[in-house]
């Protein structure tokens, strides 16, 4: 499955935030891979928007995969006064947006389509 969240750090806290992630811990790239968080990315807009996206089996699993993880409690501990909403850990504070449009879905779609219309024709 696709999952894209999004979240929000705060915008005077960017440039820690950049920095930070350009030097994840191994151990939580690690566990990250391990606990199947697959094609991740982050996207960080110049207002605080954070945008992330990853491939896994089940979202929930994953996530609760990584929160069995001491790396990951203390990444979160270290990442949370960069948000916004730092009353709870980042990880918890994703907000899961709905996949509205896929392309490769569409056309698979309108490909079985075409080949059924041309099937009804014969």
């Known amino acids: 499955m696709r999952v894209c969240f999004r979240s929000s750090v705060q915008p ?4 820690e935030y950049r920095r930070r992630h ?4 191994p151990e ?3 566990a990250l891979k391990d606990a199947g968080w697959n094609n991740y990315s982050l996207f960080l ?3 605080g928007l954070l945008i992330g996206y990853l491939e896994c089996d089940d979202f929930d699993a994953v996530r609760a995969r990584m929160a069995l993880t001491d790396v990951n409690a203390r990444w979160q ?3 949370a006064t ?3 909403d730092s009353d709870v850990p980042p990880d918890e504070g994703f907000r899961v947006l709905d996949e509205v449009f896929n ?3 569409q056309l698979a779609a309108a490909a079985g389509s075409s ?3 041309a099937a009804v024709g014969h």
């Open 12 to 15: 005077e806290l960017l440039g």
């Open 22 to 25: 350009a030097a994840v811990w």
């Open 28 to 30: 939580m790239l690690a």
């Open 45 to 47: 807009d110049g207002d």
């Open 77 to 79: 501990a270290e990442m």
């Open 82 to 84: 960069l948000f916004r």
């Open 103 to 105: 392309l490769e879905e």
């Open 115 to 117: 080949a059924g219309a």
